[in-house]
């Protein structure tokens, strides 16, 4: 069946220090991808999205792009700041009508002042 | 509108016990989704509404756990005789029908089962 695996945490950085958190996926058919985040006390928000092969998505700072040709979506972020300390989740959206996710298992990051 | 809403946010509750949870998601979204996530995981889909059918459970679902959603609108999830196993956090989401939509999350509930 269709599934995410995403790279484990937790991830420490410094503040201003490039972030990679890695994710590959398998599925039937053309899923569409997510990354959502979610910070301390909080609920999973939409981070960024993208629906089909290359694509890249972007938002607040961090993007992924949409690799079918090595089934991944990658998360990056070019310099990171204390407030983006949360855990970040991968998604794929599973063809089909109901469009459930399936997710990885999450990565922590924190980022030291 | 506020968004995905869940109720309680917290329950602890005695083994053998029954629980009820309540979700309003927002108001024009006709899917409606309930996942679970335990510590260290990710969420797991549970089930699945289009407007007021049940059109998808998943076999972690077990008979113990039921779901409604009548009329569409708001969701209940009801476990009976809850176990130690069954804690964790269920969260509910909700969209509008289509290829890409986006899902937004209530902040979830948080069973304990002592």
């Known amino acids: 069946g269709d599934s995410v695996t995403q790279m484990e945490g937790p991830v420490t950085l410094s503040e201003e220090a490039f972030l990679t958190i890695n994710c590959t996926y398998t599925a039937t058919g053309y899923p569409s991808l997510f990354w959502y985040v979610q910070y301390p006390g909080e609920g999973l928000q939409l981070l960024l999205k993208a629906t089909k092969a290359d694509d890249k998505g972007s938002n607040k700072g961090f993007e992924a792009t949409y690799r079918k040709e090595t089934t991944s979506f990658h998360l990056e972020k070019g310099s990171v700041q204390v407030s983006d300390s949360a855990v970040y989740f991968c998604?794929?959206?599973?063809?089909?009508?109901?469009?459930?996710?399936?997710w990885g298992l999450g990565t922590s990051l924190a980022v030291n002042p | 509108d506020t968004g995905v809403s869940q109720n309680p946010r917290h329950k602890i509750t005695k083994r053998g016990q029954n629980v009820t949870f309540r979700c309003d998601p927002i108001s024009e979204h006709n899917r409606l989704y309930w996942y679970r996530q335990t510590l260290g995981q990710g969420p797991e889909f549970l089930t699945y509404?289009?407007?007021?059918?049940?059109?998808?459970k998943s076999r972690l679902l077990s008979d113990r756990f039921s779901a409604e959603r009548p009329k569409g609108s708001f969701s209940t999830l009801e476990i009976q005789r809850t176990e130690q196993g069954d804690s964790a956090m269920y969260l509910c989401a909700s969209s509008l029908k289509g290829e890409n939509t986006e899902a937004f999350f209530g902040q979830g509930t948080r069973l304990t089962v002592v």
């Open positions: 509404f289009q407007n007021e059918a049940q059109l998808e």
């Open positions: 998604a794929l959206s599973a063809a089909g009508n109901n469009r459930k996710l399936i």
